[in-house]
């Protein structure tokens, strides 16, 4: 990512306020986005790994695996519905509050999953790990680094978190399997939770009271969720984003399990999620980048037209380590690159200032699919013993992402467009 205009930025903007009489203050942009995107590695990662314990846990506790599978849905849902919160929380008083929520919760959520002895503690489990999320997520992160750059470097910044994320999948996922392999699935969760506590310290970097944008300051919490709600282009991309949540978590939950049933080794299924998180190392980089030169709706329409194919690849090609990894490489590339654009469209139609709630709110629906691609996954394998509905599934709602993504009008509303005049 071109660092330079953020830079600039830093020049420009020079210190993060902060409500806690300045502690936070002189904090150059360069370091917030850094920090950003540490909080998001270690969250995204952690949340990720989750399915690398579906047949452990499962077996452990004697239960089907829609048990776990359930739980799983049930952190996502919760991620989902915390996330306008959060987005608010961090909007109004600053990021630093709600990373030090996410991680406690995200730490009480590990501990709780470690010691779990039936299908409620799994349950309970994934409350506190959705929670974790939503405040230590790509979601929560996304407002500290928007407020600090240029709009026109908006995309392109929020595409090193993304790619934060993607490097914290990267290497949580074979530090996770090692930490398995050498402790057992239950003391390799504490180990987790001691990696969550590194959040804590991170907190600093992006705390501090935002600061008013130039044009917004007189725009309540209520009236722009008006203004969002009766935009058509909001709901649109509302629509697209619950096809991601579903595509994302359905893929990253199940994958472990489907790669076991098709009798290939477990480490396979670990070299195709770390594939994904190389693999979106660069969509989330070229994303940024289409981001800043093109219309962002079309980037959104490829990345879901794309996923389709992956899809198809898994009806129709045999399944070998090397289509794995393959196809889950490519799915990389189309994993987290979903979030610049939709994210930046956001700060398109309506602006910096409360940019993280109402992404919240977008994030929302992906979480609603979220929920339905982990719990669906488990449910449907139950009743079949196969995932071949699950593929069929996600390839037509990846059509359906795509088009409604097409008619967005990507312009900001009249409140922005009016703003230089005025």
């Not at 959520?109 to 409350?127: C, P, W």
């Amino acid at each position: 990512m071109d660092m330079t205009a953020p830079g600039q930025a830093a020049q420009q903007v020079g210190t993060t306020p902060s409500p806690d009489g300045g502690r936070s203050a002189g904090i150059p942009v360069w370091v917030v986005i850094l920090a950003a995107a540490t909080i998001a590695a270690i969250g995204m990662g952690l949340r990720q790994v989750m399915g690398l314990y579906l047949k452990p846990v499962s077996d452990t506790l004697g239960v089907g695996r829609e048990a776990f599978a359930l739980a799983i849905a049930i952190s996502n849902i919760v991620w989902g519905i915390s996330a306008p919160i959060t987005g608010a929380i961090s909007d109004k008083y600053g990021t630093g509050r709600v990373a030090i929520f996410g991680a406690v919760t995200t730490i009480i959520g590990l501990l709780v999953l470690a010691t779990a002895a039936t299908e409620f503690d799994l349950l309970i489990s994934g409350v506190f790990l959705g929670f974790g999320v939503a405040g230590c997520g790509v979601n929560a992160m996304v407002g500290a680094v928007a407020r600090r750059v240029p709009a026109a470097e908006r995309t392109s910044a929020i595409a090193a978190i993304g790619m934060g994320s993607g490097a914290g999948i990267l290497i949580a996922l074979p530090y996770t399997h090692l930490l398995m392999q050498g402790l057992g699935w239950q003391q390799s969760l504490f180990v987790l939770a001691a990696t969550a506590a590194t959040i804590l310290v991170l907190a600093r970097a992006v705390s501090g009271k935002p600061q008013v944008a130039a044009g917004e300051s007189t725009q309540s919490l209520g009236e722009a969720l008006g203004e969002a709600f009766k935009h058509p282009s909001f709901w649109l991309l509302n629509a697209g984003f619950f096809v991601c949540g579903f595509h994302v978590v359905f893929y990253g939950t199940h994958l472990p399990a489907y790669i076991a049933d098709k009798g290939l080794p477990p480490n396979v299924a670990v070299l195709g999620l770390t594939a994904v998180g190389l693999g979106n190392l660069i969509g989330t980089y070229l994303s940024g980048q289409w981001g800043r030169r093109l219309p962002k709706k079309y980037g959104l329409v490829l990345i879901y037209l794309g996923r389709s194919a992956v899809f198809l690849g898994f009806l129709f090609l045999p399944i070998t380590t090397t289509t794995v990894l393959l196809l889950s490489s490519v799915l990389g590339i189309l994993w987290l690159s979903t979030v610049p654009l939709t994210s930046g469209l956001v700060a398109t139609f309506f602006g910096a200032k409360w940019m993280t709630m109402l992404y919240g709110f977008v994030f929302l629906s992906h979480q609603v699919g979220s929920f339905l691609g982990a719990w669906l996954g488990g449910y449907i394998f139950d009743k079949l013993q196969s995932y071949d509905a699950m593929w069929w599934i996600s390839f037509g709602l990846g059509l359906a992402a795509a088009a409604v993504n097409w008619p967005i009008r990507e312009q900001p509303v009249r409140r922005l467009a009016e703003a230089p005049a005025q």
